[in-house]
């Protein structure tokens, strides 16, 4: 697969919610959700994009997290969603898909000629 280079503005405007997502996906650290995100095309988010984004959410009581042993090696940050950041996640979804649909509708190639 190609890697994709989307516009700062475009990362900085979704990243909390996709990062929101991957984490309800099941509890996590943030070398894997880097890997996630990649993996579903939105290309290489460094650390020093992600853990301030990891931190904010924790920090709005969306995410929790705690410290585990790692296996062989040092131990890990896991996070894992709260019950606010699942109802956030599914408001702020929903808004998002309103959105990109609205601004979609603008765009040159969905109008008709």
Same mark, same amino acid.
């Not at 924790?58 to 042993?69: N, T």
């Not at 408001?91 to 959105?99: A, I, V």
């Given at each position: 697969m190609d890697e994709q280079q989307w516009p700062g503005e475009w990362m900085r405007g979704v990243l909390s919610l996709c990062v929101l997502a991957v984490v309800a996906e099941g509890e996590t650290y943030g070398y894997a959700v880097a890997q996630r995100l990649q993996a579903a095309g939105l290309g290489v #988010?460094?650390?020093?994009?992600?853990? =301030?984004? &990891?931190? @904010?959410?924790?920090?709005? +009581?969306?995410?929790?997290?705690? !410290?585990?042993?790692?296996? +062989? +090696? =040092? *131990? %890990?940050? $896991? $996070? /894992?969603?709260?019950?606010? *950041? %699942?109802? #956030?996640?599914?408001?702020?979804?929903?808004? !998002?898909?309103? $959105?990109?649909? @609205?601004? /979609? +509708? &603008?765009? =040159?190639? %969905?109008r008709t000629a």
């Open positions: #988010v460094k650390g020093g994009t992600l853990y =301030p984004v &990891l931190a @904010r959410l924790q920090e709005d +009581g969306l995410l929790i997290a705690s !410290w585990q042993a790692g296996d +062989g +090696g =040092p *131990g %890990r940050k $896991f $996070f /894992a969603v709260t019950s606010a *950041g %699942r109802e #956030v996640l599914r408001e702020r979804s929903q808004s !998002w898909l309103t $959105f990109t649909e @609205r601004a /979609a +509708g &603008l765009l =040159p190639t %969905r």
